[in-house]
Every structure is written in C-alpha cells, then in structure tokens.
C-alpha cells in the first residue's frame, strides 16, 4: 500500500470538495477540477480531509491507490497556488510572442509556427524566457512539452528550446588536427 496514501489528504482553507457519482471536484480561488475515479478506487470525504482507499488488494488497486492520492494532492495545490513551467529558448534568431490565444515561434525553420494556447493557461513570452501558469498540471505540463518538442536542444551548442534549471549534456565537437 502506498504510504502517502494512508493518511488522509488535507483539504487547505480555501479548496472545496464534492464527490459527484465516482468522480471527484475540486474548487478553489484559481479555477475548479474535476476527475473521474478508477472503479478499483474509492474516495471518500473524512474528518481529517480526503481519505483514497483501493477496493480490493489486488496488484493494480496497489498500483493505483497513490497515484490518484497524487491526482488528489496536485488538484488541491492547482486550485489554491497554481502551477508554473519556464522554458528558455537559446539560439540566433530565434524567438517567440504571444498574440491572444495564439503563441508565434521563429525557430530557424523556413516558415514560422504558430500554436494555439490551450483553454485555461496563462502565457506570457519575455526577452528569452517563455512562462507558462495555470491551475491544471497535465495541462501546463503538456503545453511546455509540446513547446519544447519543437526545438529540443542540441548537445554541441546548447540552442533549442529548454526548461529552467534543466541541464544540456554538452559534446565536445570535433577537433582540428
């Protein structure tokens, strides 16, 4: 059984919680989640804040239970402070801007490329540092994913698109002889 699971999940001051049917929602001052359950997981509302429990012991309830004790956690964290991704872009020439929904890159291709920011994200593009802020973390976490797929870094100069605080395995190159 997971550990983190065994005690129940405190519901900070300013988060609601429902439990519609099997699935679970989660208001709070940023926005409101919501979040079907597995049939294998039962959650409960308890005095001491949101109790996960498997139903049955079998291998994939074990596996389960703190992973949605995490899902549990992360919706609380999302309502109440919100989640942030940074990524850095590196190279000459390239660049990027928001125009309203839309997020403009110029990455050295022979076209530029334009993505559409999704519902519920909040983005804002600096010099070289691109911020990326919402309440929901796959969604902030798939959004700078699929930024950073764009452009990956390379490993002989560092250019490309990175997150903050990530580090580029850097090649040597080759030598002159």
Not at 28 to 50: C, D, F, M, W, Y
Not at 73 to 82: H, L, P, Q, S
Not at 144 to 155: I, M, S, T, Y
């Given at each position: 059984?997971s550990?983190?699971?065994?005690?129940?999940?405190?519901i900070?001051a300013?988060?609601?919680?429902?439990?519609?049917?099997?699935?679970?929602?989660?208001?709070?001052?940023?926005?409101?989640?919501?979040r079907?359950?597995?049939?294998?997981?039962s959650?409960?509302n308890?005095?001491?804040?949101?109790?996960?429990?498997?139903?049955?012991?079998s291998?994939?309830?074990?596996?389960?239970?703190?992973?949605?004790a995490?899902?549990?956690?992360?919706m609380?964290?999302?309502?109440?402070?919100?989640?942030?991704?940074?990524?850095?872009?590196?190279?000459?020439?390239?660049?990027?801007?928001?125009?309203?929904?839309?997020?403009?890159?110029?990455?050295?291709?022979?076209?530029?490329?334009?993505?559409?920011?999704?519902?519920?994200?909040?983005?804002?593009?600096?010099?070289?540092v691109?911020?990326?802020a919402?309440f929901?973390?796959?969604?902030?976490?798939?959004?700078?994913?699929?930024?950073?797929?764009?452009?990956?870094?390379?490993?002989?100069?560092?250019?490309?698109?990175?997150?903050?605080?990530?580090?580029?395995?850097?090649?040597?190159?080759?030598?002159?002889?």
């Amino acid at each position: 059984m997971s550990r983190l699971a065994k005690r129940p999940i405190a519901i900070p001051a300013k988060a609601e919680l429902a439990l519609v049917g099997d699935s679970v929602v989660v208001k709070g001052p940023k926005g409101t989640l919501s979040r079907p359950a597995h049939r294998l997981i039962s959650i409960e509302n308890v005095e001491g804040g949101v109790q996960v429990s498997s139903k049955d012991a079998s291998l994939e309830a074990r596996a389960l239970l703190g992973t949605y004790a995490s899902h549990v956690r992360n919706m609380f964290e999302g309502v109440t402070a919100g989640f942030t991704k940074k990524l850095i872009i590196e190279g000459v020439g390239f660049k990027w801007d928001v125009a309203g929904n839309k997020l403009n890159l110029s990455l050295g291709f022979s076209h530029p490329v334009s993505m559409e920011i999704p519902e519920g994200l909040k983005v804002t593009a600096e010099r070289n540092v691109l911020t990326i802020a919402g309440f929901d973390k796959e969604v902030v976490g798939q959004f700078a994913a699929n930024v950073r797929a764009l452009k990956k870094p390379e490993p002989y100069k560092g250019k490309g698109i990175h997150y903050e605080g990530e580090v580029i395995r850097r090649k040597q190159g080759k030598k002159a002889a």
